[in-house]
């Protein structure tokens, strides 16, 4: 049974820290590129964060640039977040995705259930 479990989400002020984790089970991690989305009431899911499956390339979104940094430690089955100076508008839902591409046919697309984080005073 494929899992991907978000944890280290919270409350915290502007300016701070988090680290969030997704941990992966069922299925081959190693061979997945991993991202982090995230929602925030009223808006679309948004990109953020790609790391591919050995943790060579990263991409990130202009708004978390420089700020946010994705990792990935396939020993481990788990892709992390680290998010510094933290604004109020990167309050959102945070969602760990786990996708490779088999074909032009066939294509696996995992998500977790997310983890809140809000940054407020």
């Known amino acids: 049974q494929v899992k991907l479990v978000e944890s280290g989400g919270g409350l915290v002020q502007p300016g701070g820290s988090l680290r969030l984790s997704c941990a992966a089970s069922?299925?081959?991690?190693?061979?997945?590129?991993m991202s982090w989305y995230r929602q925030a009431p009223g808006k679309e899911r948004e990109l953020i964060a790609t790391i591919t499956s050995r943790g060579i390339t990263t991409n990130y979104a202009d708004s978390v640039k420089g700020r946010f940094t994705i990792a990935r430690d396939n020993a481990k089955n788990t892709a992390y977040l680290q998010m510094n100076s933290l604004l109020p508008e990167d309050t959102a839902l945070y969602l760990c995705?786990?996708?490779?591409?088999?074909?032009?046919?066939?294509?696996?697309?995992?998500w977790g259930q997310g983890t809140q984080v809000t940054v407020s005073s």
């Open positions: 995705n786990a996708k490779r591409i088999w074909s032009v046919d066939r294509r696996d697309d995992y």
């Open positions: 069922g299925f081959t991690f190693a061979s997945y590129a």
